[in-house]
């Protein structure tokens, strides 16, 4: 099974890093809410169940706090040859943006599955294991609220390709923190990160080993 990209985040935001473009001028908002998805993965179209964008505050290899986005596409279940598949796409980027709302005309694109300067990966996809996307390029091209419209294309180290066209909803922050942080000091490690001041944070809480925890940021019902 995939991990969940939130979980992702989290546990293994040392691999979550990829070289990204500045945003440029995004589209005009155009009403991509009610428009058909497009998710296509080895040459079948699938639905797509969840589209997610999340992000993490963590402290990667002790280099210090640095935020981590992560996309992640999932698609409905459906009979290939006899078999049900639903086959997982995630990204991972590092956009120097200074709110969530400037994902919006984020662009990125590669021919390698994983970064030179960073010995980090584009993407996986995942269908009955984990494969890295060796080529791709992914655009955020506008933003309705708190859904953004991604237009992504590539292919896996097997050859599979994939063409996605669909809108994915920003779901929010994870920042970590460790037994001597408090709701306090997480909130300032992320605003010197980014803007929060349309995000609420949940209670920080520590792990079951009492040694690391999150707090989770989701935008603000009147940022959406």
């Known amino acids: 099974m995939p991990l969940p990209l939130g979980r992702l985040l989290i546990v293994a935001v040392a691999a979550l890093s990829a070289c990204c473009s500045s945003p440029s001028k995004p589209e005009s908002v ?6 058909p998805s497009r998710f296509t993965f080895d040459g079948i179209d699938y639905e797509v169940a969840k589209a997610e964008i999340t992000a993490a505050v963590a402290d990667s290899n002790g280099e210090g706090y640095k935020l981590y986005w992560g996309i992640e596409f999932v698609s409905v279940d459906r009979e290939v040859e006899g078999d049900f598949i639903s086959p997982c796409i995630d990204f991972s980027l590092q956009p120097n943006i200074a709110n969530w709302h400037d994902l919006a005309g984020v662009k990125m694109q590669w ?3 994983i970064n030179p300067e960073t010995d980090a990966r584009y993407g996986l996809t995942y269908v009955y294991d984990h494969q890295l996307i060796s080529s ?8 309705d609220g708190d859904l953004f419209r991604i237009v992504a294309s590539g292919q896996n180290e097997e050859g599979q390709k994939f063409e996605i066209d ?3 909803r920003f779901i929010g922050i994870f920042v970590r923190g460790t037994k001597s942080d408090n709701e306090r000091t997480i909130q300032e490690r992320l605003s010197r990160l980014i803007d929060a001041s349309d995000l609420q944070g949940s209670r920080f809480e520590l ?6 925890g999150d707090s989770f940021y989701k ?6």
């Open 219 to 224: 935008p603000n019902a009147d940022a959406r």
């Open 207 to 212: 792990d079951a080993d009492g040694k690391v």
């Open 111 to 113: 021919s390698t599955p």
């Open 30 to 35: 155009s009403n991509f809410r009610s428009a």
């Open 136 to 143: 791709g390029s992914l655009e955020i091209t506008s933003r």
């Open 166 to 168: 669909a809108p994915a």
